[in-house]
């Protein structure tokens, strides 16, 4: 079926809706007007974070020395993702907020949304698993210089 949303790209721009749309009533304006509130404040917090983030690992860097530099390289990465992270989800919440804000273009909005959110859990899907395939790693090794330093 061409019009089966579960196999879209998650980087896909969602598609125009022709026709008069579905628009949503003053109840679940409610829970929009919350959720957008709540999605623009967790995506300021995850910016304001990295960028403490990023200034910690200026410091290590700058006072540390070389000895520090994998630290500062680790804390830049999460920075990154929590910058990218807040820019994707303050996009969702612009397009939550303007579901209540706006006439005639709810389904639309709420498409444009769920974009922004798939791209979102996409990056934090891949840093999940790279974290994961590290810590693996590491626990191998951990365990395999234990066996052999014993």
Not at 114 to 123: K, T
Request: charged content about 10%; proline content about 3%.
């Amino acid at each position: 079926m061409s019009d089966d949303v579960s196999n879209a790209p998650i980087f896909a721009t969602p598609p125009v809706t022709k026709g008069r749309e579905f628009e949503f009533g003053a109840a679940e304006n409610e829970v929009f007007k919350g959720l957008a509130a709540a999605m623009r404040f967790v995506s300021v917090g995850s910016i304001a974070l990295a960028v403490l983030l990023l200034l910690s690992a200026l410091a290590l860097s700058g006072f540390g020395g070389v000895r520090m530099l994998p630290f500062a390289i680790g804390q830049s990465i999460a920075a990154a993702v929590m910058i990218i992270t807040g820019v994707w989800l303050r996009g969702a919440s612009r397009s939550v907020d303007a579901i209540v804000t706006t006439q005639g273009s709810d389904v639309s909005h709420l498409m444009s949304a769920m974009a922004h959110l798939g791209r979102m859990f996409a990056l934090q899907r891949v840093v999940f698993m790279a974290a994961f395939a590290v810590g693996a790693l590491g626990f191998v090794g951990s365990v395999g210089m234990m066996a052999f330093f014993r």
